[in-house]
C-alpha cells in the first residue's frame, strides 16, 4: 500500500487520485492481463524463459539488496509479482521456494520409469 503524497492523475482520463487516498496494487491483476503477458490465460511455461519475449519487463538486469532475508531486486520492473518487490516483498517468499523445491525432489524420487 502506498499513501498518495501529491494528486496523481489517471492517464487517459478525467480522474486524480487526491492525497486523502492509499493505494494498493493487484499482482493478480497484472498476472491476467494481456497486455502484460499475451495469452496470459493459458498454459505456457515457456514465457518465462529468457529471451522468449513473451513478459513484458524483468529484472534479471536491476541493482540487488538484502533487506535482511536474502539478495532481491530492489526494483520491480517485471509486471509478475507474486511476492510483491523491493523492500516491501514478502518474507515468506525464501519458505515458499523451499516448500516447491521439496515438493519437486519428493514427486522425483517417487518417479517410476517404464519400458
Not at 75 to 97: N, V, W
Amino acid at each position: 500500500m502506498r499513501k498518495v503524497t501529491t494528486p496523481m492523475p489517471i492517464s487517459g482520463t478525467k480522474y486524480v487520485i487526491p492525497t486523502s487516498h492509499t493505494l494498493m496494487a493487484s499482482p493478480g491483476c497484472t498476472s491476467r492481463d494481456d497486455e502484460f503477458f499475451p495469452e496470459a490465460l493459458e498454459w505456457d511455461p515457456h514465457r518465462w524463459d529468457l529471451g522468449s519475449g513473451r513478459v513484458v519487463g524483468n529484472d534479471q538486469d536491476e541493482e540487488f539488496q538484502d533487506y535482511g532475508y536474502g539478495m532481491i531486486s530492489k526494483g520491480a520492473s517485471s509486471p509478475y509479482l507474486p511476492f510483491g518487490a523491493g523492500r516491501h516483498r514478502c518474507i515468506g517468499e525464501q519458505f515458499a521456494t523451499v516448500q516447491l523445491v521439496t515438493i519437486m525432489a519428493t514427486v522425483v524420487r517417487l518417479f517410476k520409469f517404464k519400458d
